[in-house]
């Protein structure tokens, strides 16, 4: 059913001669899949995808870590699709600022926004504003040379570091602060972020979470690779284990192996005599209520916390009139992203940072995809099937009833303001310069950080 009516959409276009333009918005994996799905389905339509850097792929460049190098082999795919002649990429151009969601709109047939979450969440307590208590999100964006956040002032040179949040983003970082500086040097880390964590004197990560082991937000490839660490001991709390045991036979099967995986490292702990340099503790149970210190953190203050409700994997956490103090020189706050209104006719829903869509669609040609239309969760995968999804939708619905200018009429209003574009084949030319400085340091790339840098490499 769904298929012969995309059969005459496509048949109505051809018969009309009337090219299919769609504006893809960020470049990221939801714009790149959706762009794949749309050029496999409509023959005929030409896709632009707009970003606000210069450069392609959005977190798998600047947010996936260093040492995970094989998850940033999707890159290939998007390069076939960037590829494809009826795709563009148009760099540095920031929708919302340069170009507005109307002008967009009226210019192609459809508009989908993918433009990710690209704030994170705050926990709104005191002492966030203290010198080294770090966003995540922008330590992240530190090491994977962003440019917002090449200048990030981070302090290492403290002994101990709480993490508040127990997700994925959280154990990325916990392993890049507990990594020994040699397994991160050959990877496509920034130069800067080599040189400071190689002198960092952090020994020890706390890793905070609001609720128990049962309803840890991380993954188990991700526990392994931390609790395998080399120089490097797990110290869990075995009270935060209490009855975990009995509910083992009852967990869906990627939670019981999960917690089957962290039973088996707190059994092996009190039997191993470690001589290792680094620690990572786990902590559960635990909410952060208060930051410390006069200018710099010193301490995290926590409640601590009891669970309640009926279904085990969603009990939420209750504070109870007692605390907890962890002392540390730094924190950084993991507790998700979210994403922003960056146009005012953007349907937003600012309490939850997301787009206001239903399955996707905004409204008439206007569809909303990837992290930015289902909140900052889920993987490359997900993120994919996402934006396959919203991307059928859109070429079974898509209505081209007259010619419409597409990239011609944008690319001469960006002109009149001046604004340079870079295209994929200038991409690739700061691509290659990343690939040759990589070189010499036997990394995979060095990141270029500075936007007019990438800008002078781009119109050469
Ligand atoms: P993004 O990847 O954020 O892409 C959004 C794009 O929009 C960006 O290129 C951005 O520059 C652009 N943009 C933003 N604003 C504008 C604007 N105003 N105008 C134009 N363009 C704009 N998943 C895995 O499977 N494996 C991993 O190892 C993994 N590691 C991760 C590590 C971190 C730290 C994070 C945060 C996520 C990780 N993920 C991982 C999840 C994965 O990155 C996401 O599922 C995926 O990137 C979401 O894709 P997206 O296209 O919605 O958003
Ligand atoms: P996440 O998985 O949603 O984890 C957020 C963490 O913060 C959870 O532990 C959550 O606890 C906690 N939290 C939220 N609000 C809090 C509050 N007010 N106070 C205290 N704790 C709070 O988010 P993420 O780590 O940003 O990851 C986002 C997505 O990217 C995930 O789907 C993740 O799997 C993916 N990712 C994948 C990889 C990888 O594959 N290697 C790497 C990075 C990210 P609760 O569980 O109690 O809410």
Known sequence: MRSSKLYNHIRHFSSQQIVPQICIIGAGPAGF?????IIKTLKDARVDILDRLPVPFGLVRFGVAPDHPEVKNVIHTFHKTAKNPNVNFFGNVNVGRDVTINQLRKAYHAVVLAYGAEQDRELHIPGENLKNVISGRQFVGWYNGLPNEKDLKIDLSVDEAAICGQGNVAMDIARI???PIDKLKNTDITNYALETLSRSKVRKVWLIGRRGPLQAAFTIKELRELIKLEDCETQWRTSDFDQVRDYIPNLARPRKRLTELMLKSLDEFPT??????????????????EFQGADVVENLRSSINELVGNNIAELTAKSTDKYEDIKCGLALRCIGYKSVQVDPNIPFDSKNGRVKAQFGKIDENFYAAGWLATGPVGVILSTMTNAFEVSKLLCTELKCEKSKPGWKEVSSLLNQKGVQIVT???WEKIDQVEQQRGKAAEKPREK???ISEMLEIAAK
């Open 424 to 426: 994929y084949n200038d």
């Open 177 to 179: 602060l507990l990594t």
């Open 33 to 37: 899949y959706a762009t794949q799905q």
């Open 448 to 450: 270029i950080v500075d």
């Open 272 to 289: 191993i005599k470690s001589e290792c340099k680094n620690v990572l503790a786990p902590v559960f149970f635990r909410s952060p209520v």
